[in-house]
């Protein structure tokens, strides 16, 4: 509990300071998404180079609650990419399992994975 509480603390302190912004390839992400349905698309190569899930998941929740909707998702894989970081490190000690989440809550840079719409984010919840 205690450490869900660090993360959602830490993404909410990274939220005032860094809002929900476009990544490195937002847009691509975002025209990929709005040709998905499309027999011709304009960009065809798009689709070739890029693994569907992060337009899907950028552009449906964009698309049903806007940046306040995304924001709030990639909060939670935030806060569980955190909990699964504690969960790892408790399989061999608790200390360790809470020294590893608070570590990596109180890394800017992991938590400015999740303020962008770009794939970082996304894989980094994956990998853990």
């Known amino acids: 509990m205690l450490v869900a509480a660090v993360a959602v603390l830490a993404f909410a302190i990274q939220s005032v300071a860094w809002p929900l912004w476009a990544g490195r390839d937002a847009q691509t992400y975002l025209i990929y998404y709005l040709e998905m349905g499309s027999s011709d698309p304009v960009f065809p190569l798009l689709m070739v180079f890029r693994p569907p899930l992060t337009p899907l998941f950028f552009g449906s929740t964009l698309e049903l609650g806007g940046p306040v909707l995304t924001e709030v998702l990639m909060g939670a894989l935030y806060v569980l ?3 699964a970081t504690y969960c ?7 200390r360790l399992g809470l020294a590893a989440a608070l570590v990596l809550a109180a890394y800017p840079s992991y938590g400015a994975l999740y303020h962008n719409v770009s794939s970082d984010g996304l894989f980094a919840f994956g990998f853990v």
Not at 88 to 94: Q, T, V
């Open 88 to 94: 790892i490190g408790a399989f061999w000690s608790r």
């Open 81 to 83: 990419s955190i909990l």
